[in-house]
């Protein structure tokens, strides 16, 4: 079956929790005619506690409810698992942080249906190229202040980092932080003003809570810095005190770098199975007679990722590849009668690539939900369940909760009054060709007299032609033109961009933030509608 029918079947959370439930019981099945099978997830959940243990006691969110469920792992006590996964994205947008909220809301309910406890893990994907994804270092946030409706808060990466991991380039410098804070200050400021110049009256207790919200933000920002030893941790450490303190969550966070090394069986497994793997690969890539890729990077030590290729020979695997980033030539034997020795000697520093990053941790963990993104159930997901299908590998329900969210924050305020005053009555795009038009009439009628003006035969003449520009430069104000159609044109960016947390974090508050997503899930249940989210600002003037 699809994936993406599959994922898109689940409409509603009731929906989703007899899936996990059948998964659940399905993996049980399996453990109790697969002893090995079982024994082996167990031990792989365990060593993988060590790592979440680590994680959330560098980053201080070592709640009482995050030992509780690491105490489950340790035990090897039987329990649901749910996963989820995402890169280390600098103050990331809503639905990197949404995915925790369906995971605890299904375990909550999983848990009582199986009369078993949950857990909830987030793998943390600090290992991709750190110029790959410009979210790796930017956050955007509405604003028709900024080019293109859009304000953006951005690290600046240095080239020497480029084609190294996320995890290899250096935390924020207080003086980057400093920065952000102050054009965020400025951006509030300016948003505040403008809504106030309309006479739409904020009180001051409302300023007051958006201001301390904002103080939280930066919080959460200064703590994450000084515990992160690079700018990927710093991200990921966010994320946690957001998930785990201000939601209160007890979600367990581990980095990829560390914990992916626990499924050396798995990813031998895939490389002593490599035919038929690749076989299943080159089917849903329609590709075919390309040179076998290991299903791993290798991590060189300058922190590069390195590519390798398999080449077979009498007495076992030959894996080359040459480092990206230090042009560094790695090769590496798996010989045949001591494979596993062989390949815990690289075990330590390699990361999955996508598909079977899917394949290792749900066999190798006994994953029984996936919360997954809109363009990972597109490609990577699709194609792992169909190799693991072929392959015969646990492969869990994938679940995708990407709603259109819509509340009011005072950048969105600021952007709707702003376009209700300039567009009075009219549409946004009637109003911006309206301008349009009139700055190009305008141009045209100058551009006409400066014609004349250079063809005048006599003074008098010319300097008639230059009294009649004048007077027409006089009758339209073209700066106020040009500036209004400049911020016309912003409002679409504005309203179409994706926020960054820091803009519910300031305008709803983390803790009311999550506690609405929950009561959605509770009371609505649906994963497909669009999300209402009551503001600080939500009522009408």
């Known amino acids: 079956m699809d994936i993406c029918t599959t994922a898109s079947a689940y409409r509603t959370v009731d929906q989703l929790t007899n899936a996990v439930y059948e998964s659940y019981l399905n993996t049980r099945e399996r453990e109790d005619s697969d002893p090995v099978w079982k024994k082996r997830v167990f031990a792989n959940r365990k060593k993988l506690a060590q790592y979440i243990e680590k994680f959330h006691k560098i980053s201080g969110t070592l709640t009482s409810t995050v030992q509780q469920k690491l105490d489950i792992l340790y035990s090897k006590k039987d329990s649901i698992f749910l996963m989820t996964a995402h890169q280390t994205n600098f103050m990331p947008y809503s ?18 249906m199986a009369g078993v406890d949950a ?36 690290y600046h990466l240095e080239k020497k980092y480029e084609k190294k991991i996320h995890a290899a380039v250096p935390k924020p410098s207080w003086s980057d932080i400093l920065k952000w804070k102050t054009d965020t200050e400025q951006w509030m400021k300016l948003c505040m003003n403008l809504i106030e110049s309309y006479g739409h009256i904020v009180t001051p207790e409302s300023k007051r809570e958006l201001y301390s919200n904002y103080g939280d933000f930066i919080d959460i920002v200064n703590s994450s810095n000084e515990s992160a030893r690079n700018f990927a941790e710093f991200n990921a450490i966010m994320l946690s005190k957001m998930v785990n303190q201000h939601f209160s969550h007890d979600t367990l ?31 849903v890539k329609g590709a075919s007679g390309v040179c076998e890729i290991a299903p791993f990077w290798y991590h060189c030590e300058c922190l590069g990722k390195v590519g390798l290729e398999i080449k077979e020979g009498k007495d076992g695997l030959e894996l080359s590849g040459r480092c990206p980033a230090c042009s560094k030539m790695h090769v590496f034997f798996v010989n045949k009668d001591t494979a596993f020795k062989d390949f815990a000697k690289i075990s330590k520093n390699i990361s999955a690539r996508a598909r079977p990053m899917t394949l290792v941790f749900f066999e190798g963990l006994a994953v029984n939900m996936y919360v997954g993104g809109a363009l990972a159930g597109k490609c990577y997901l699709k194609d792992a369940k169909y190799i693991a299908d072929k392959m015969h590998l646990n492969f869990p329900p994938i679940a995708i909760w990407r709603p259109k969210e819509k509340y009011r924050g005072f950048a969105q305020l600021s952007c709707e009054l702003y376009k209700e005053s300039a567009c009075d009555g009219n549409t946004l795009q009637e109003t911006v060709a309206s301008v349009d038009s009139e700055i190009n009439s305008v141009n045209r009628q100058m551009g006409a007299i400066d014609a004349l003006i250079r063809s005048a035969t006599s003074e008098r003449e010319r300097s008639r032609l230059i009294a009649e520009k004048n007077s027409i430069r006089r009758s339209y104000d073209m700066r106020a033109l040009a500036k209004k159609l400049s911020s016309l044109k912003k409002i679409n960016g504005a309203e179409s961009v994706i926020p960054s947390i820091m803009d519910y974090a300031i305008n709803i508050g983390l803790g009311n933030t999550c506690e609405q997503w929950c009561n959605h899930l509770i009371d609505n249940g649906s994963l497909t509608e669009d999300i209402s989210l009551d503001s600080i600002l939500k009522t009408k003037r």
């Open 253 to 283: 966070f581990s980095l990829f770098t560390d914990c992916q090394q626990i499924f050396d069986k798995e990813f031998l497994y895939l490389l002593e199975n490599r035919k038929m793997y690749n076989t299943y690969l080159n089917n």
């Open 119 to 154: 857990i909830e893990f987030y793998g943390v994907a600090n290992q991709d190229i750190a110029s790959s994804w410009p979210w790796l270092k930017m956050a955007q946030l509405p604003s028709i202040f900024h080019k293109g409706g859009v304000f953006e808060h951005i």
């Open 95 to 112: 639905g990197v942080m949404r995915k925790t909220t369906l995971m605890h809301a299904i375990a909550d309910k999983v848990e009582k």
